[in-house]
């Protein structure tokens, strides 16, 4: 056991509760924001409404943006699925030449910044595809996010992977399934919760991404983020997007709770 | 044997791929490289060679050609250089800040809270991390705006906050990238055996030498690879200085300032976040902690 004086003890609770305060203080202070009666937020709320949830939940502009953020999420959710996967195979299941370099590449999406990402699409989009007549529109805003969510599928499959009996696909193959066949019966199934859960947070963090979507987004197309974006610049309906943000931060919990019940059921599978 | 045989010649794909891995690799990795290649590694080769165009005054269009004049620009204008310094400097300040926070936390966290603290806790930081991006900048906006909770809670201490500035990027980047850092810390300290506490102690260390010669040691490389991501996330950021830093401009603000009007430049600007981001992970190889990311 770690032995520590009283003090030391108490300092540290301190900053625990402290770092508590700081990070659950801004969300609350939203969060009671949309409940604002007035236009402009701010801080103490003279009175309390339910006006703008009422004013946010038939407001089309909103309704838009949310479908297309579901729309790209879950196409690039889609594409990250298969290639993530095809990656967690090809590095689990082989040695080969160049196999560290393959692992920066489907990290490297990530590791640099959104704004290195969506600035290089938005560039080979309008500086090269457009002058050659294809213009990807939508797609384009797909294919980026699809691109930066190839790391999370791989990483949920290839952990599950790497701890996988190498003996029961052989043992598939020596009694005469194909190799199609071995992955829809005895592999598939042994990898299928990693599998949802990679999908899972593809899907989240395409739906949470900004930068990126603002360089690669069609023109008059907004996502979630791209809406909460262009509104927080105008100060007349701040409290409709304090709406649209605690509207987000109740569905991220979704992903929370989805993700720990894999986990759990990851667990038992062992 | 002859059934085998049989059931070997009605799978002609699946058996002729058995047999040869290089085919069966290739097979495999073909559709994701190039996703990845095509893509990916395409664009950003074709962000390098924009860097080398300019842009036609008369058209205000790209053209390609070769001059070293936006590089030059980029590395010699003083609000340029200025702006790469500022942005760097921020991002170490988030990264050293976060490592301040996550130690003392992880060592509560792992080695000091009761079972059900600790769970409650890992959801406690775990739960932000997805509340959003963009909320979250939205949320500190509403908290450090001049009529906004900061300045009202701590009027009666006399005490008013600095209004968006600096400061308050950095804090709002430390905000964002904060989990980053205190969950791998954690699990690093987690990871700590009891007994190592146990012959510290038997060899005469309190509690604040045991912490600075036994847990420091131990959890470096689970900082540092914290620190990658709380580094290269604040440092290509723009957003936040956009909504909580008044006037401040980091590297993304300029490059998405000049994406349309200018192109080549945004390309130009944009090697310098890659060169820092590669200059750091160069550091942090060589510290060998890598691997365990």
């Known amino acids: 056991m770690l032995r520590i004086s009283r003090l030391t003890k108490a300092i540290l609770i301190a900053i625990v509760g402290f770092l508590l305060i700081f990070m659950y203080t801004p969300l609350f202070v939203l969060i009671l924001n949309s409940f604002n009666e007035s236009q402009i937020s701010g801080w103490p709320i003279e009175s309390f409404s339910t006006k703008w949830w009422a004013f946010a939940k038939d407001y089309q502009p909103i309704r838009d943006a949310l479908l297309n953020s579901v729309l790209v999420a879950t196409g690039a959710m889609i594409i990250a699925s298969i290639l993530g996967t095809l990656f967690a195979f090809a590095m689990k299941g082989f040695d080969f030449f160049g196999k560290s370099t393959v692992n920066i590449l489907i990290v490297l999406p990530i590791a640099l910044p959104g704004i290195v990402t969506g600035v290089a699409f938005s560039n080979t989009y309008s500086n090269f595809l457009s002058p050659a007549g294809i213009n990807l529109g939508y797609f384009g805003m797909i294919v980026a996010h699809a691109t930066f969510c190839i790391v999370m599928v791989f990483n949920n499959v290839f952990a599950r992977l790497k701890r996988m009996n190498p003996s029961l696909q052989e043992a598939s193959a020596d009694l005469g399934a194909g190799l199609w066949q071995t992955f829809r019966l005895v592999t598939f199934p042994q990898f299928r919760t990693s599998f949802a859960a990679g999908a899972l947070l593809a899907f989240a963090l395409s739906f949470d991404e900004v930068v990126v979507t603002i360089f690669t987004a069609p023109p008059g197309v907004d996502t979630l983020p791209l809406w909460i974006l262009k509104e927080v610049g105008r100060p007349n309906q701040a409290s409709v997007v304090n709406v649209v943000a605690t509207v987000v931060i109740l569905l991220s919990l979704i992903p929370v709770y989805v993700s720990q019940r894999l986990a759990r059921a990851q667990e038992e599978e062992r | ?293």
């Open chain 2, 1 to 293: 044997m002859t059934q085998v045989v049989a059931k070997k010649q009605s799978k002609p794909i699946s058996s002729y791929l058995l047999r040869r891995t290089k085919v069966r690799l290739l097979s495999i990795l073909a559709l994701p490289m190039t996703w990845i290649v095509g893509v990916y590694i395409v664009s950003l080769f074709l962000l390098l060679i924009t860097a080398f165009w300019n842009v036609d005054p008369f058209t205000s269009l790209v053209s390609p050609g070769f001059n070293l004049e936006n590089f030059k620009m980029v590395l010699t204008v003083p609000a340029y250089i200025a702006t790469s310094i500022r942005t760097l400097l921020i991002a170490l300040s988030v990264t050293a800040i976060c490592i301040f926070f996550a130690i003392p936390l992880g060592i509560y966290m792992a080695k000091i809270a009761k079972p059900w603290v600790r769970n409650l806790l890992a959801v406690a930081i775990t739960l932000p991390l997805w509340a959003g991006y963009l909320v979250k900048i939205i949320a500190m906006r509403l908290v450090f705006t001049e009529e906004g909770f900061f300045n009202w809670a701590m009027a009666p201490f006399g005490i008013r906050g600095p209004g968006f500035s600096i400061p308050i990027v950095i804090l709002t980047l430390t905000y964002l990238w904060f989990p980053y850092m205190a969950l791998p810390v954690y699990t690093a300290i987690r990871q700590i055996p009891p007994n190592l506490f146990d012959a510290s102690s038997d060899m005469g260390a309190k509690g604040f030498t045991t912490i600075y010669r036994v847990v420091f040691p131990l959890i470096t490389p689970a900082v540092i690879a914290g620190s990658v991501f709380t580094f290269s996330l604040s440092l290509g950021d723009y957003l936040a200085a956009r909504f909580t830093g008044g006037a401040t401009q980091m590297i993304g603000s300029i490059i998405a300032q000049n994406i349309n009007l200018n192109p080549p430049v945004a390309a130009a600007y944009s090697m310098i976040p890659i060169f820092f981001i590669v200059i750091y992970l160069m550091v942090a190889r060589r510290t060998g902690s890598l691997e365990r990311m």
